[in-house]
């Protein structure tokens, strides 16, 4: 029973620290101003446009859109899946929850940085790129946290008897034409306020490299943590 305690605390400690260091490269994307990853486009573009109040809670960050559109991919994967979706797939539900605050967290935290030149906003998005690709490394290996985007590409691959691969880069030109038709239906401009960048050559660089990074990623934190995950 200890044994499986530790077990359990172990794994959610590595899942939860690859929320975080996620959360931060969403952050880095933003203060970057080259345009955030795909998912994180649409709750980016929204926290542009405002906030409004649900049952006295004002609603309008980016983490807190985040955790609304993750409840949405939720949604869809029940009605793709129906009696085949898990009840443990609900732990996807704290998993938003916790990301959503660690976004909010990552943002603020990371507020200071200001960018002034091409190159460095270069570098941020780089840097986005690498913490966002150790992030989902540990994610996996702990087998702890589940986020609704890859449970939602898996559910609709499912459901069309797709490739994952295929479905996931129809997922995020999806997801990035969405935020770009509420950009420019609020702005009139697809790539987000005039002031802020949602989409640019970022998003693209991110979509292609996060993935390739994760090749190396994943080995380093297989060799960071050995067998001490199971």
């Not at 590409?153 to 797709?162: E, H, K, Q």
């Not at 990074?213 to 995950?229: E, P, S, W, Y």
Request: a neutral charge.
């Amino acid at each position: 029973m200890e044994n499986n305690i530790k077990s359990i605390l172990s794994r959610y400690l590595t899942g939860t620290s690859g929320l975080f260091l996620v959360s931060v490269g969403v952050a880095l994307s933003i203060k970057s101003d080259l345009g955030t990853s795909p998912i994180s486009c649409p709750p980016y573009v929204a926290s542009l446009i405002g906030g409004f109040d649900v049952a006295g809670i004002h609603v309008g960050t980016v983490g807190q859109y985040t955790i609304m559109m993750h409840f949405i991919f939720i949604l869809l994967q029940i009605a793709l899946l129906r009696k085949r979706f898990k009840m443990e797939s609900l732990m996807q539900i704290p998993a938003a929850l916790v990301f959503g605050f660690l976004t909010d967290l990552s943002i603020w935290a990371l507020d200071w940085i200001s960018p002034e030149s091409y190159a460095m906003r270069l570098v941020l998005m780089a840097s986005a790129i690498v913490v966002t690709a150790f992030g989902v490394s540990l994610e996996v290996m702990g087998k702890a946290w589940m986020l609704a985007g890859e449970m939602t590409t898996a559910a609709v691959a499912d459901f069309l008897g797709a490739k994952f691969r295929n479905t996931k880069i129809g997922f995020d030109i999806t997801l990035v034409i969405i935020a770009a038709a509420i950009s420019w239906f609020s702005f009139g401009n697809p790539l987000g306020d005039g002031t802020e960048n949602v989409i640019r050559e970022g998003t693209v660089i991110s979509a292609l490299f996060t993935g390739l990074c994760m090749r190396f990623t994943d080995k380093a934190v297989g060799k960071m943590l050995g067998g001490r995950i199971h």
